[in-house]
């Protein structure tokens, strides 16, 4: 599942925030290489909710430092 509420984030420990970032991370990558290689994403909403998700990461870990 792409999508992480503030709610979810707020309840994470700083290494588990971190390792949700780089499973998103990874899970981008691999959306814009199917992309990137002609196909149709199976999920069309999971592109901008990938990124969304991991916006709010990155601002819940600056605020928090």
Request: net charge positive; charged share 25%; aromatic share 2%.
């Given at each position: 599942m792409s999508h992480v509420?503030?709610?979810d984030?707020?309840?994470m420990s700083t290494e588990a925030r971190e390792a949700r970032l780089l499973e998103l991370?990874?899970?981008l990558l691999q959306l814009r290489a199917e992309n990137a290689l002609g196909g149709t994403p199976s999920n069309m909403g999971?592109?901008?909710a990938t990124?969304?998700?991991i916006?709010?990461?990155k601002t819940h870990m600056n605020n928090n430092e």
């Amino acid at each position: 599942m792409s999508h992480v509420s503030n709610r979810d984030i707020s309840a994470m420990s700083t290494e588990a925030r971190e390792a949700r970032l780089l499973e998103l991370q990874e899970e981008l990558l691999q959306l814009r290489a199917e992309n990137a290689l002609g196909g149709t994403p199976s999920n069309m909403g999971a592109y901008k909710a990938t990124r969304r998700s991991i916006a709010r990461l990155k601002t819940h870990m600056n605020n928090n430092e």
